[in-house]
């Protein structure tokens, strides 16, 4: 009636054994200098290259504290809400 099912019995053997990665969230945040300050889009280039940078170096403090394994940023994103630049990131081993 359904035919040979052996290939869906392998896959779902495979799939069983199969290691599944870990994966985790990071969200890292930093106040910008407030608008007043930054009267120019000139101006507030530097200070979010700067705020990028913080970050970047926060992150790389936060995956070695996860421990031993090969961790690697799968996804990112990043927003800035009332002065304060959110990035969040998604990490797998």
């Known amino acids: ?3 040979d099912l052996s290939p869906i019995n392998n896959l779902e053997e495979k ?3 199969e290691k599944k990665p870990d994966s985790k969230m990071i969200v890292l945040t930093r106040r910008l200098k407030t608008p007043g300050v930054l009267e120019t889009m000139s101006e507030q280039v530097p200070e979010v290259m700067e705020a990028f940078a913080e970050i970047h170096t926060k992150l790389i403090q936060r995956v070695e504290m996860l421990g031993e394994g090969n961790w690697q940023v799968v996804s990112h994103s990043h927003s800035i809400y ?3 630049l959110v990035v969040s990131f998604l990490i797998s081993d």
Do not use: A, L
């Open 1 to 3: 009636m359904f035919g």
């Open 15 to 17: 799939t069983v054994t």
């Open 82 to 84: 009332n002065g304060i």
